[in-house]
């Protein structure tokens, strides 16, 4: 009977060792979903510094988008095998590109999101994202012990945490948001110098040069909008070039990033793409009468052909291409643009790059925004619905690792130092020089956490010295603000942005389209062109738009 009983009592201890075994088992495979894992944090042998022993013994198979996915990607480069080797990790790339919101919306409906990326969310928000299972959320607890020094920039401001906290559940965020400690004008407006010497149109205020060369030059005083009209007539009339056709425009434009192209005109008229204060309550810009005035501006200037007619159909690319193949004389681009190495296929470095002949001229633009208002730049990063606790674990390590180690976050920009780049005096003290014709590579980085220690890019001394222009007085005093802004996340704009979006986007585009393009009567359709608005939900955005705190209340 003794025996029986060892026999019985074996067989219950095998029974709840094998238990503790398979729920331990199902607990690492476990993909969590909208959740947190209470264990994840206990990762075995998991230091969280790359390089350490044991640190990362379990190998991860991780798909990641970058702006540089989009056509950019080596295969094998030195950067990823770098990455790779540090961590642990083989990353595959996705190739979308996330200004699309075609294809945002098309990976999202492919089931093609990869595991970790940055990207827009197209018309959804970050939170119908979770509720459509596309994404997962992050627990605050993985953030403060695997990506510390960015839970510390979080802690720096008070809408870090707030802003992509989930109302579900308050610790944990719906997304890594992108960061830019900037202390500078977000644009600047950019005129062909050569062309208006050719013109015989002199700047205002005093010329001052940025360049040993000579070819960039700024101003603190910029053009009147009389002024800047006629600058635009006389690029498209007057044969700036001086090639004896008639194959040039004062601008050009491309959808549907209106601050891009048309803020300098509307900027004139004290309105840029922000909500702004209208009849003593918040509206939007594009439901405004400024905006409708502006409309009317526009239409005259596309008319007279001073305005790039193919803009309908330009897009980022072919912009870029037409300012500079010596066809566009205005433009407004950011700041970031003027020296920055990753910035070299893009004007105005492409312009000069392209046209040795060329100079440009970079005033005080009417129109933008202060980029310190919110240091979030727009771009998130989402992690996939099915990925696991300890995936994300290895993710936000990546994460701490590209954008807060010293070595990392200038090599996963500028690749290989003596192959693709060299220093042009003691190193980190002096500028970044690509070397020419270097091997290519896939920059991973992206600079999409900039903080103000740890900014590679100011490396440059041209970009610096732009940067410190855009802080002045001259230049920072023409920002337009947003009337209000929902800092806290305490309304549910976004909620009600993410139902009505897409539609009233469709609307906004092919009226503005069609009005500067001249085929209809802006004040005869004006008020149908509301009403269609209204149908499609703006009403109930500007309804949480007036519940948001003030902006100027919230800077003070």
Known sequence: MARKRTIILFILIMAIVLAACSSKDNNNNKENIGGSNPDAT????????????????????????????????????????????????????????????????????????????????????????????????????????????????LDKYPQGWKKYESKVHPD??????????????????????????????????????????????????????????????????????????????????????????WAQLSGYAGFNANNLEEDGKTTDWYVSNKYKQFLKEAQALYKEGSVDPEFFTTDWNLWNEKIAGDRVGFWLTQSDYVGASYALDRVPQLLL??????????????????????????????????????????????????YFDPDAMIYTQYGQEGINYTWEGEPRKSAILPIKDSPAFTPMNGNYIATTETMSWTLNPLFTKVKAIGSSEAYSKLAILPHRNDFLNQT?????????????????????????????????????????????????????????PLTADYIK
């Not at 590109?97 to 970790?116: C, H, I, R, T």
């Not at 970079?362 to 919110?374: A, H, K, Q």
């Not at 209809?520 to 948001?548: F, H, R």
């Open 353 to 402: 790059n392209t046209q040795p002949h060329a100079k440009i001229l970079i005033t005080p633009s009417t129109g933008t925004t202060l980029t310190t208002l919110e240091p979030y730049t727009g771009n998130i990063a989402l992690i996939r619905a099915d990925v696991s606790d300890e995936k994300l674990i290895r993710i936000l390590q990546w994460f701490e690792y590209m």
């Open 42 to 153: 206990k990762a075995p042998n998991d230091t969280g510094t790359p390089g350490a022993a044991n640190a990362f013994d379990k190998h991860f198979d991780i798909s990641y988008l970058s702006t540089f996915f989009n056509t950019n990607v080596v295969e094998g480069d030195w950067v990823t095998k770098q990455l790779e080797e540090k961590l642990n990790i083989t990353i595959k790339p996705v190739k979308v590109d996330k200004s699309n919101k075609q294809q945002v919306e098309l990976m999202y409906a492919s089931g093609e999101m990869p595991d970790f990326g940055w990207q827009g969310p197209g018309a959804n928000t970050p939170e119908s994202l979770i509720e459509q299972e596309v994404t997962r959320t992050i627990p605050r607890s993985m953030i403060e012990k695997y990506a510390p020094s960015y839970a510390k920039l």
């Open 172 to 261: 944990e965020q719906l997304a890594l948001s992108a960061y830019a400690e900037d202390l500078s004008i977000s644009m600047m407006a950019f005129y062909r110098l050569d062309w208006l010497e050719n013109l015989g149109i002199k700047p205002n205020g005093e010329l001052k040069s940025l360049d040993q060369e000579g070819r960039i030059w700024y101003t603190d005083t910029g053009f009147t909008k009389d002024e800047h009209v006629n600058i635009l007539r006389s690029f498209s009339q007057d044969d700036p070039n001086k090639n004896n056709k008639k194959d040039t425009y004062g601008m050009s434009a491309f959808s549907p990033y209106f601050n891009w192209t």
């Open 492 to 548: 549910k704009y976004r909620e009600v942005s993410s139902e009505v979006s897409a539609s009233i986007d469709t609307i906004v585009n092919e009226f503005q389209f069609n009005a500067i393009g001249g085929k209809l009567d802006i004040d005869k359709e004006w008020d149908s062109y509301l009403k269609k608005l209204n149908d499609a939900g703006e009403q109930k955005l500007l309804e949480e738009l007036n519940k948001m």
